[in-house]
């Protein structure tokens, strides 16, 4: 009886734990690119296994542009890091990544490293692939996406939107003029995914039936440069352009909407409220910055100068800012920000007519005109009491931007950062850390090579993917 109820518990709890662990099945875990999961890590992690690559990956572009011709930009930031690591996804008991190096898709048995299957194709795979029911959906440098089965790699369609199939020299590989460097997003029994490289060329946005391959609809465009991961809201695709605004297209038709003013980049986050993060267009190199931008228009941009990376959990941002992480509302932040902003705007406008009146009262004076002078002064006096009055709101509101961070520590800069539960994990320099997300204490580090771009949390388990082609795998101690 004693060992039939231990059995039964063992039993009991494994099947909790099952039930508890999710899959992290897209990049950044789902189609907004969120990087969270429910799933709570039990700490500490430990080092399972390694896995290594002979050569690291081959970017598509080897950092940035020396210049921007057009507005005569120099010292430009990096726009286009879209694939710096080998990403992973995981379902179940299984590692997903593709390759650059080697141009294939690989599985991974999750306990060990140990290789389940690899599928080749004929160009460098640089987006994760999804996973979804017993497929692998990927994008691939040859102009094609892919659906192969998960369990062993076998290819069950391949679409490639452009006619012509010919093929170009790009920094050392042959590729398509077309590749498609989107990933591949699943939604609503559909595959979306984007063929597109530089405005000169077409570019098509396509969605297929994700069992069949069949096309649903292919749109062609002009003038884009589709590249970075897709994310999409229940109606609408969001898709990078690196050094271009990002743009919005219809999820049922394909056709652009509209493009995102003042943003850019590949690293792009959708919230729960359908508010876009990402960095400024600007190809300036001097300081970092992160902005929440509001694509319907119906709330101002929030900007955070000196920022590296953010995380957004429902009202609540994560966010590595000069030199420090930290937490704070970003409803509360953003009410006392706008209302900073709109106090400063009017500050200056009265400011202005402050100093305007001020002149005509010199004039006035001189010509003696008491009337007037009595006037112009009880204006200047009705202004200035206008101004005193929207400074003092200004420290009020000061004082709540200051309450809206709820903690900050010292940290160093991250190339990544997810939330399982209520640790956050920061992918840096030779190390990965864990943090609480409550206080912001530090609860866990470990080494790694190389800086750590990529990184992911399923069945107990923390991915890291760095710029030396290393995949590592920590897990918690044993149920």
Known sequence: MTRFLVLSIIFILSYQSSLLAEDWSTYRHNNRRSGITDEVPTMPLKQSWLRTSPHPPMMAWSGPAKWDAYSGNKDLQSMRNFDPVFFVTVKGKSVFYGSSVDHGIHCLDIDTGNEKWVSFVTGAVRMPPTIDGNLCYFGSDDGYAYAVNSDNGKIKWKHGPAEDKRLISS???????????????????????????VPWEPSFMCSVNKITGEPNYITKHPDMTLQGSLLASSTTLYAPQGRSVPLLFDLKAGKTIKSVANAGGTFCLLTDDDKLVAIPSSQKSFGNM???????????????????????????????????????????????????????????????????????????????????????????SSMEKSLSELKTLNVKYKTELLKSYKWEVEAPAPYDLILAGNIIFMGAKDTVLGYDAASGKQLWSAKVKGKTYGLAFSDGNLMASTTLGHIYCFCGPPS
């Open 171 to 197: 920094n050392g590989k042959l590729i398509s003029p077309w590749p498609v460097r989107t990933g591949v997003l699943i939604q609503n029994g559909l595959a979306y995914f984007a063929a597109s490289l």
């Open 290 to 380: 992160i902005q929440i931008a509001d694509p319907s228009g119906g709330s101002p941009m929030l900007q955070f100068s000196g920022a590296d990376r953010l995380l957004i959990s429902k009202d609540i941002a994560y966010i590595h800012q000069q030199g420090k992480l930290k937490s704070l509302n970003r409803i509360e932040y953003g009410q006392a920000t706008n209302s900073i902003a709109g106090n400063n705007k009017n500050i200056k406008s009265i400011t202005d007519k402050i100093g305007k009146v001020q002149a005509a009262l010199k004039k006035t004076i001189a010509s003696k005109n008491e009337d007037t002078i009595t006037q112009l002064r009880s204006q200047i």
